[in-house]
T-cell receptor, first 115, second 114 residues
Framework: GENVEQHPSTLSVQEGDSAVIKCTYS??????FPWYKQELGKRPQLIID?????GEKKDQRIAVTLNKTAKHFSLHITETQPEDSAVYFC??????????????FGSGTRLSIRP | DVKVTQSSRYLVKRTGEKVFLECVQD?????MFWYRQDPGLGLRLIYF???????EKGDIPEGYSVSREKKERFSLILESASTNQTSMYLC?????????????FGPGTRLTVL
């Protein structure tokens, strides 16, 4: 089945610097790659997503890149701020052409922004 | 706004009790999911359902069962609760089809089994 690996598990960056989280997936049929942010005590919420027909997508300070050949995608956060501190999950769709399609999550990255 | 609601935010049960966790979504989504979240272990899929009365096992189904009698409601059942089932339980829903996008999560139920 689909497997999504995420690195690093923890990341600490100085406020104002950039943060990069990387993921790889195993199922070449996957066609949807969302990123979720979970703040302490809250539910995971979608922050950005990308489909397999697009190589890059940007929304203000966050961007996601996708390399289908390498089965690799990354989240980039620029000009980090204290409110960016959270756990981030990457994910990939599994069995996207099946009625039993589901999203497989990576293990999460705890991002801390140092003042 | 999609709303996914869960019946309880906090629940305390005793070992051996039968426990029901309820989840309701209001966006007519085909797919519904139950995860448990433990520190350092991410989001682990217990069961999911892609249609009424249809279910599939996730990664950690042992000790759990589910029920989906209506499209908007997905229940997680712990037949005989054990202390190792103490965890945060998250429900989620998502539309169907190949163009399906965002998965929406409920607020979570923190279950403690004594």
């Amino acid at each position: 089945g689909e497997n999504v690996e995420q690195h690093p598990s923890t990341l600490s960056v100085q406020e104002g610097d950039s943060a990069v989280i990387k993921c790889t997936y195993s199922d070449s049929a996957s066609n949807y790659f969302p990123w979720y942010k979970q703040e302490l005590g809250k539910r995971p919420q979608l922050i950005i997503d990308i489909r397999s027909n697009v190589g890059e997508k940007k929304d203000q300070r966050i961007a996601v890149t996708l390399n289908k050949t390498a089965k690799h995608f990354s989240l980039h956060i620029t000009e980090t701020q204290p409110e960016d501190s959270a756990v981030y999950f990457c994910a990939a769709s599994h069995k996207p052409y099946s009625s039993a399609s589901k999203i497989i999550f990576g293990s999460g990255t705890r991002l801390s922004i140092r003042p | 706004d999609v709303k996914v609601t869960q019946s309880s935010r906090y629940l305390v049960k005793r070992t051996g009790e039968k426990v029901f966790l309820e989840c309701v979504q209001d966006m007519d989504h085909e797919n519904m999911f139950w995860y448990r979240q433990d520190p350092g272990l991410g989001l682990r899929l217990i069961y999911f359902s892609y249609d009424v009365k249809m279910k599939e096992k996730g990664d950690i189904p042992e000790g759990y069962s589910v029920s989906r009698e209506k499209k908007e409601r997905f229940s997680l059942i712990l037949e005989s609760a054990s202390t190792n089932q103490t965890s945060m339980y998250l429900c989620a829903s998502r539309g169907g089809g190949t163009g399906a996008g965002e998965q929406f999560f409920g607020p979570g139920t923190r279950l403690t089994v004594l």
